[in-house]
């Protein structure tokens, strides 16, 4: 467990590197190769639904249950729903504080609220036991029981004994099971990082670096009033592509301090591609198949995405794309399948993991988890944080 813990850790470090390189759109979920629930090709869902772009956890919502965040940060406390739940919070704070104080008698009075909420069913105290079981602390040492215990928690609900579960089961060699808890522990935890409606793009500026002020940092923040943007600026004006390109992305993500405009991002796309410009033409594309900035067309998309495809082969992941989800065109997983294989041909990282996702899934091919997980680790070695998961 702890092995699988610092492996996780490691993975959840080199996330914030990987992401900067370069926006990834047009990813696709395992759920997108279901036929169940056919969709009009020109339509999004009812209500309009855009899931796939921007439905992320919001940190403002209230806390999870189980969380731990109560216990260590009072300001963040909620009254208990049940008792059992009361029990709980009670056992893992004074397990908490003995951690703490190394007091054997409070721990052991922990691990007895744990228990009595773990036996009144609550799955939280029920992972918590099961890693005691595991552990052996303040219990003797029985891995059935810590099974047991993490099985009932898991179906309660709990991340963490699904977590403990699947690295049991992949060390068992019962890979089906261990690999259709880590898809569902995947999602949540993508869903986790990708925590802003506003910006999938993070931009890491150091205010501070040892004793002095990094004062470049603090000026490239100055947004419209920086003397290298406005000189881009002054390049773009000129009628350069690239200089275009660039302002458009600034404005689209809001970086290097600008406010996000959507409005100034879509001008500065669209003088872009009358320079024949790729990039803008990909990012139209996903503007138009996400309704992001323009009124959602996937007609428009498609046309967006084919002429980028002519010179960027990022481009070829957006149509095949749409073909799996039959937007503006008819549902098509073989055509799909050549697009993306196109875009893999020339090394894109979303092209290697949506092959990925099909061998995975032995969409219209031969099941190969062994095929998909070397599409997956080219895909994150390329950059992909969603093919580290």
């Known amino acids: 467990m702890r092995r699988f813990c610092y492996s996780l850790v490691v993975v959840l470090a080199l996330l914030p590197l990987c992401t900067l390189a370069r926006p990834f759109f047009l990813i696709l979920n395992p759920e997108d190769f279901s036929d169940a629930g056919e969709q009009s090709s020109e339509s999004a869902p009812d209500g309009g639904d855009t899931s796939d772009w921007d439905e992320f956890w919001n940190s403002e919502d209230e806390l999870g249950p189980g969380s731990w965040i109560p216990i260590l940060d009072p300001d963040l406390s909620r009254e208990p729903e049940t008792e059992d739940e009361a029990v709980y919070y009670s056992g893992m704070a004074k397990m908490i504080a003995a951690a703490s104080s190394g007091g054997p008698g409070v721990m052991g009075e922990a691990a007895s609220e ?23 602390m303040m219990r003797e ?12 928690a898991a179906d309660g609900g709990n991340t963490q004994s699904k977590m403990a579960l699947a690295y049991i089961y992949s060390r068992q060699e019962m890979h089906d099971r261990a690999l259709e808890l880590y898809a569902e522990l995947a999602e949540i935890a993508m869903n986790s990082f990708l925590i802003s409606k506003d910006s999938p793009v993070i931009e890491p500026v150091r205010l501070h670096n040892g004793a002095e002020e990094n004062k470049d940092a603090l000026r490239r923040a100055r947004g419209e009033e920086d003397e290298d943007f406005q000189i881009l600026e002054s390049q773009a004006q000129k ?28 001008s500065w796309f669209l003088k872009a591609v009358e320079k024949a410009e790729p990039r803008s033409m990909e990012l139209l594309g996903k503007m138009y198949a996400s309704g992001d900035g323009v009124e959602r067309n996937y007609t428009k998309a498609l046309e967006w995405l084919t002429l980028a495809s002519q010179q960027l082969s990022s481009a070829y992941n957006g149509m095949g794309y749409l073909y799996v989800r039959g937007y503006g065109v008819e549902k098509n997983y073989i055509k799909a399948k050549e697009y993306f294989e196109k875009a893999a041909d020339d090394e894109e990282a979303s092209g290697y993991y949506n092959l990925g996702l099909m061998y995975l899934k ?3 091919v031969k099941k190969d988890v062994k095929l998909a997980t070397k599409y997956f680790i080219m895909a994150s070695n390329d950059g992909l944080p969603k093919a580290f998961y």
Not at 114 to 136: C, D
């Open 141 to 152: 040492r029985k891995r059935e029981k810590a099974l047991m215990y993490h099985s009932f």
């Open 362 to 364: 032995g969409v219209r």
């Open 114 to 136: 744990i228990e009595a909420a773990a036996t009144a069913g609550n799955p939280h105290a029920q992972s918590a036991l099961g890693f005691l079981y595991e552990m052996g």
């Open 239 to 266: 009628g350069n592509a690239t200089a275009m390109y660039k302002i458009g992305m600034f404005y689209y993500f809001g970086l290097r301090g600008l406010r996000r405009d959507r409005a100034k991002a879509l």
